[in-house]
């Protein structure tokens, strides 16, 4: 009988020293909070990057037509010269034809 009873005494100071306790319980708790504390910032960091991403793309969008325009201006400018030299082509006996 003293021998069962040693037996179930073990197991139960196993399950004890297996068993969490409150201590660690609310250690445990407090890095959870400190986590998710931590994701919150994380979150509106990412909210933040990705608003500052959309106006640096609406930015580039707006530099794109600004050069685009230079550019055409640019050829515009230059064109006419680069068919006579290159084509042959003639603009202005080009436009009289034309009207």
């Known amino acids: 009988m003293a021998l069962k009873l040693a037996n179930i005494m073990g197991r139960v100071y196993t399950e004890i020293a297996n068993t969490v306790t409150k201590v660690e319980f609310n250690d445990l708790k407090n ?29 580039l969008g707006g530099l794109q037509h600004t050069v ?6 640019r050829a515009y400018v230059g064109l006419p010269a680069l ?3 290159e084509m042959g082509i003639n603009s202005l006996s080009l436009l009289e034809g034309i009207l």
């Open 31 to 59: 890095i959870v909070a400190e986590l998710a504390e931590a994701q919150k910032r994380t979150e509106e960091e990412i909210r933040e990057l990705v608003a500052e991403h959309r106006k640096t793309r609406e930015h």
């Open 68 to 73: 685009g325009y230079v550019l055409e201006d």
């Open 83 to 85: 068919l006579e030299k």
